[in-house]
C-alpha cells in the first residue's frame, strides 16, 4: 500500500468554512476541506497554499497547524496522512470550479457552509467537525 501526505485548510468567512463537494468513481458525494496531496521537494505548508490556490482561485496565509489525520483510502489503495492547518483568505476570488471526471478530477463544486449544514453531509475528515465547531463563530 503506498503513502500520501494531504494538506487540508480550515477557511472560515462569515461564520462559514469552505467545503469542496467531490464526486469518486464510486459514485459517492463527499464534503472534505481545500487541499491536496504534496509534492515532491514540497514543504506541506507550500503544498497546503497550492492546492487552495488551484481548488478555489483564493490566496490565503497559513495561521497555524491545527490537527493530523491518519486513514486507508481504499479506493485508491492509499494510507493518508492528512495534516490540517487554518488559514485566512488574503486575495483572490472564490470561483466554482467544476472538474472533468473523465480526467480524474472529481471536484464538482465550492460552497460555503454553517457548522450545522456540515454534519448533515458526508464530510471528511470527521475528526476536524470539532475543531471547526470551535473556530466558528471566533474568526470572520
Known sequence: MSKKIRASVILIKNNRVLVMNSKYSSGKTI????GGGVEDYETIEDAAIREVKEETNLDIELVHFI??????????????LEVIFLGKIIGG?????????SKGKHIFGI???????????EFHPKK?????????????
Open 31 to 34: 464534503f472534505l476541506l481545500p
Open 67 to 80: 490537527t493530523y489525520n491518519q486513514y486507508l483510502h481504499k479506493e485508491r489503495g492509499k494510507d493518508v
Open 111 to 121: 460552497e460555503w457552509v454553517t457548522y450545522e449544514e456540515l454534519c448533515k453531509k
Open 128 to 140: 476536524a467537525l470539532e475543531n471547526l465547531k470551535n473556530f466558528l463563530g471566533k474568526n470572520q
Open 93 to 101: 476570488e472564490k470561483e466554482t470550479h467544476l472538474n472533468d471526471p
